[in-house]
């Protein structure tokens, strides 16, 4: 290895040298942890916006009795498995409450009751998507597309079924974002 102070900038430019190639155990030390950080904030990241998903799919799961319902992801990509469609469409349908949140968060001042408002219109929002305009889809858009998944026709059973499903489902995903709307519109509220 070259001493440092051998080095002059012509011998870095002509020898295809950097500064921090001439010192590989500097070159590498700092930059480890950094990366490391940064994954594991992408995975906390990850896990906090999954996690909502996640909760309402195991609160969701009795529905998984009727075998529409079932056969409903049993259709949806990939063909033919069960859970994985099921994990992927609870998380999907939990997407409407964390954007209200992100928005929330990132537009409205936190001072006063604005919070508070915004986490309230993403229930109620949210619950409306999930409750009423996800059946829809499921039943009016997903046969046009290809996706047949009823047997028994899309009658009023499957409608009810899926109604129900869904407005569990905001329910489930609105419980937390009520008590923490009402917390903060508490005087002294965070």
């Given at each position: 290895m070259v001493p440092p102070s051998a080095l002059t900038a012509s011998d870095v430019v002509a020898g295809g040298l950097t500064p921090l190639s001439a010192f590989p155990a500097l070159a590498s030390a700092p930059i480890v942890p950094a990366v490391v950080d940064t994954a594991i904030g992408w995975l906390w990241t990850i896990v906090l916006f999954a996690f909502?998903?996640?909760?309402?799919?195991?609160?969701?799961?009795?529905?998984?009795?009727?075998?529409?319902?079932?056969?409903?992801?049993?259709?949806?990509?990939?063909?033919?498995?069960?859970?994985?469609?099921?994990?992927?469409?609870?998380?999907?349908?939990?997407?409407?409450y964390l954007v209200g949140i992100v928005l929330t968060v990132g537009l409205v001042d936190s001072a006063g009751p604005g919070w508070s408002e915004g986490f309230l219109d993403t229930a109620l929002f949210g619950g409306v998507i999930v409750g009423f305009v996800a059946p829809a889809f499921a039943v009016l858009g997903l046969p046009r597309v290809g996706v047949d998944w009823d047997p028994t026709g899309y009658g009023p059973g499957t409608w009810g079924l899926l109604v129900t499903a869904g407005l569990w489902y905001a329910l489930v995903a609105a419980v937390p974002l009520v008590a923490l709307a009402i917390g903060m519109a508490l005087p002294g509220g965070y």
């Open positions: 909502p998903g996640v909760v309402a799919a195991a609160l969701w799961t009795p529905f998984l009795i009727a075998a529409r319902f079932r056969a409903l992801f049993v259709a949806l990509p990939p063909a033919g498995r069960l859970v994985p469609s099921y994990v992927g469409v609870a998380l999907a349908l939990s997407v409407p």
